[in-house]
């Protein structure tokens, strides 16, 4: 009986410790465009002010930006850094830093910037749409994970 009642709280505490997972998980997808959006704000800055290439800007980020980017080190590229963010970006997300990677530094500083804005509005409105769906997907998802170890802890049992 008491291996029982130890496999019970086990399962029961699994069900919980996955949905806290997923909301970390969620909670993780929105800080990572976050720190993209940071990071094309910071690049638009240098740009404007210094006209640095990309590789010193990169070489000059704050551990902040490069923590939100889920890149505990720094990077010798855009791309690699995408890369180290890449399960946490939606498709479309995904698909909007990558086109910003590829466009930059092919042009002028003046349209460099202009890309920049464009880009940060665009992975704004990105953010509003993955922000409004956050909770419901959230307490969906905690929902599913609770209810499945419940579900088979009474079957179990």
Do not use: H
């Not at 490069?66 to 890449?86: K, W």
Request: proline residues 3%; contains cysteine; aromatic residues 8%.
């Amino acid at each position: 009986m008491l291996v029982k009642i130890i496999g019970s709280v086990l399962l029961a505490l699994s069900g919980v410790v996955a949905s806290v997972s997923l909301c970390r998980y969620c909670r993780r997808r929105l800080d990572t465009l976050d720190g993209f959006i940071a990071l094309i704000f910071y690049i638009k800055g240098q740009v404007e002010c210094y006209a640095r290439p990309i590789g010193e800007i990169l070489a000059t980020l704050s551990p902040e930006i490069l923590r939100d980017c889920n890149c505990p080190t720094g990077v010798a590229s855009i791309e690699e850094l995408i890369g180290e963010s890449r399960i946490y970006l939606d498709r479309e997300s995904l698909r909007l830093v990558s086109a910003f990677s590829m466009e930059f530094g092919s042009v002028f500083r003046e349209e460099q910037s202009k890309r920049c804005d464009y880009y940060i509005s665009l992975l704004n409105e990105r953010r509003a749409l993955i922000s409004s769906r956050l909770l419901p997907e959230m307490r969906a998802g905690s929902a599913v994970c609770i209810c499945s170890s419940l579900c088979l802890l009474i079957l179990l049992w």
